[in-house]
Structure formats: C-alpha cells, structure tokens
C-alpha cells in the first residue's frame, strides 16, 4: 500500500524557518521525481519546488528561489523542504507529489500540511 506523508507545518513569525518532511511508502523511491506544491485559501494549487530522481537536479517557483531548499534522502524514502525567510504570502497548505520517472506508473499525494505565517 502507497502511502505519501508529510509533516513538519504549523505556524511561525515573518521571517522565520521551518523544515517539511515527506515520507513515501510503497514506492521504489529512486524511481520518483519528487515535488511540494502548495494551495492557499481561495487560490489554486502550484508548483513549489522539484527534485529529480535521476540526477538530483532541482528547480523552484520564482516566488521560493533563495529562501527555499527541497533535499531528498533515498534511503529514508523521504524529501525535505527547508523554508527560511518566510513571508505571510507563504501561507498554504503544502503537498508532496510523487512522480514516476517511467511512464505508465502512477504519480501520489500526500494528505497536505499547513503552513502559517504570521505578521
């Protein structure tokens, strides 16, 4: 059974950090480009940040680039979004995505975890 985990939301100031963590079981891992995506009340969901399976290579939304870090441990099964600097427009829920690196697999969410950020 797949089951995508995160945790590691709750609130903090204006310009403070904390760290997201995604667990995925039931996965070959490796084989998963891994993402966090976020939604904020009334808007839609969106890209946060991206860390590929194949080489590690990451990219982000312009709106993170500098205060924001994704990591992945293959031998936990799990990714990490270090968030520094954060800002009231941080405000979501965040979700991890599992994406198979291989056609034909199917690609996970997890359950989402909130993050705010008071000013």
């Known amino acids: 059974q797949v089951q995508v985990v995160e945790s590691g939301g709750g609130l903090v100031q204006s310009g403070g950090s904390l760290r997201l963590s995604c667990v995925a079981w039931?996965?070959?891992?490796?084989?998963?480009?891994m993402s966090w995506y976020r939604q904020a009340p009334g808007k839609e969901r969106e890209f946060v940040a991206r860390?590929?399976?194949?080489?590690?290579?990451?990219n982000y939304a312009d709106s993170v680039k500098g205060r924001f870090t994704i990591s992945r441990d293959n031998a936990k099964n799990t990714v990490y979004l270090q968030m520094n600097n954060l800002k009231s427009e941080d405000t979501a829920v965040y979700y991890c995505?599992?994406?198979?690196?291989?056609?034909?697999?199917?690609?996970?969410w997890g359950q989402g975890t909130q993050v705010t950020v008071s000013s």
């Open positions: 860390i590929r399976a194949v080489d590690g290579s990451t």
């Open positions: 039931g996965i070959s891992f490796r084989s998963y480009d």
């Open positions: 995505n599992a994406d198979p690196v291989n056609l034909g697999f199917p690609h996970y």
